[in-house]
């Protein structure tokens, strides 16, 4: 099992900027990569960015292109999501996700076996 701890959020204009930190630990090398989710009120959760373990692939929601990087430190088990050019359809409870070994889609939530307890983000217009 894996434990993740997410931090960095909060309330920002739109336009702004915020880092969100997920601090992993555990069996969190018996994993593909990490991910994260968002939830926005009223709806579905989400898929926002993912990583594979290696760093070398990325993978992003178009809606986020452009706008959020997803990266990691492997060393301090850490995973990172830098969100740029904010907008009020980014408010939501952001969530990270450590990815399952040979469970399918980084984009797929199902494919991801441990969650961490969310981090809120709040855009202002």
């Known amino acids: 099992q894996v434990q993740l701890v997410e931090s960095g959020g909060g309330l920002v204009q739109t336009g702004g900027s915020l880092r969100l930190s997920c601090a992993a630990s555990?069996?969190?090398?018996?994993?593909?990569?990490m991910g994260w989710f968002r939830r926005a009120p009223g709806k579905e959760r989400a898929f926002v960015a993912a990583i594979n373990w290696s760093g070398s692939s990325t993978y992003y929601a178009d809606s986020v292109k452009g706008r959020f990087t997803i990266s990691g430190d492997n060393a301090k088990n850490m995973v990172y999501l830098q969100m740029s050019s904010l907008k009020p359809e980014d408010t939501a409870v952001y969530y990270c996700a450590a990815k399952l070994r040979y469970s399918g889609s980084y984009y797929s939530a199902a494919a991801y076996g441990d969650w961490g307890q969310g981090t809120q983000v709040s855009v202002s217009s």
């Open positions: 555990g069996r969190a090398f018996s994993r593909d990569g």
